[in-house]
C-alpha cells in the first residue's frame, strides 16, 4: 500500500479541479441573469425553460454526452465552424470538458440562485428601484448579497459535482493523460485494469472530498440559519 501511494499519480485530480473551478466560475456568470429572470418572471415560456435547464438532473449522462459530441464534433456545423475560423476543435481536449461540464453541471448553479432570489423580500427590491439603482445594479448589490446561503450552495455544490462527473467527459474528451483524464475516468480504467488498491485510494480521496464539500455547506447554512433566528 506504502509502495502505491509513493507512485500515485495525482495529476488527474489537478485536472479535476481545474476543470471544476473553472466550470464554476463560467455558470456562475451564466447563471445569475438566468436564476433572476426565472424568479422574477411570470412569462408562459418559464416551465419549458426551467425543464430544459433541468434536463441533466434527469438525462443519463450518456445521452447528454453523446449529443454534445454530436453537436461539437468537426463534422456539425458548430464544430467546422470554430475548427475553420479560430482553429480550436471542440472534442478530446480540455475545453470540450468545460463544454460538456458547463451543459451538465448547469442546473446545479441555477436552481439555488433562483431559489434564493425568489425568498428575497420585494419590498427590498423595490426601494433600490425606487433610489434610482438599475437592474444589474440591484442584483449584484443588492439580491446577491442577501441571499449568501445560496450562493455559498450553488458554487460548492456546482464545483463538487463538475469534480464527480464521468459519462458526460468521458463521451466528449476521452482518457488523454494531463488533458481529459480525471479523477472519475482514472478510477474507471484502475478498476477495468484490475487494480484495485490505487482505485481504493482514489475513490476515497473522492468520498472524503464529497463529505466535507456537504459539510461545509449544511455548517454554512445552520450558522446562517442561527443569525437570522437571532
Not at 464544430?79 to 475560423?85: E, K, L, P, S, T
Not at 474528451?173 to 481504493?200: C, F, L, Q, R
Request: with cysteine; net charge neutral; hydrophobic share 50%.
Amino acid at each position: 500500500m506504502l509502495e502505491v501511494l509513493q507512485n500515485l499519480d495525482l495529476s488527474p485530480f489537478w485536472l479535476s479541479f481545474k476543470l471544476a473551478g473553472i466550470t464554476t466560475i463560467i455558470l456562475f456568470v451564466i447563471s445569475v441573469p438566468l436564476a433572476w429572470y426565472l424568479s422574477q418572471t411570470s412569462s408562459k415560456s418559464k416551465p419549458f425553460i426551467e425543464a430544459i435547464t433541468a434536463l441533466p438532473i434527469v438525462l443519463p449522462p450518456s445521452v447528454l454526452g453523446f449529443y454534445i459530441l454530436v453537436v461539437l464534433s468537426p463534422n456539425s456545423p458548430v464544430g467546422a465552424f470554430f475548427d475553420d475560423v479560430f482553429g480550436i476543435k471542440l472534442v478530446f481536449n480540455f475545453t470540450s470538458l468545460v463544454v460538456a461540464s458547463c451543459f451538465y453541471s448547469l442546473p446545479f448553479m441555477v436552481q439555488p440562485l433562483q431559489s434564493g432570489f425568489e425568498s428575497i423580500n420585494k419590498n427590498m427590491l423595490e426601494a433600490s428601484y425606487i433610489a434610482g439603482k438599475s437592474q444589474l445594479t440591484t442584483i449584484y448589490r443588492v439580491a446577491l448579497p442577501n441571499i449568501k446561503p445560496s450562493v455559498i450552495t450553488a458554487i460548492i455544490i456546482t464545483f463538487a459535482h463538475t469534480v464527480g462527473e464521468f459519462g458526460v467527459v468521458l463521451m466528449v474528451g476521452g482518457s488523454i493523460p494531463n488533458e481529459t483524464k480525471v479523477a472519475s475516468v482514472a478510477i474507471y480504467e484502475m478498476v477495468e485494469m484490475m487494480d484495485y488498491s490505487s482505485a481504493h485510494i482514489y475513490s476515497g480521496i473522492m468520498i472524503i472530498m464529497s463529505f466535507l464539500v456537504l459539510l461545509s455547506v449544511y455548517m454554512f447554512n445552520g450558522r446562517q440559519s442561527r443569525k437570522i433566528g437571532v
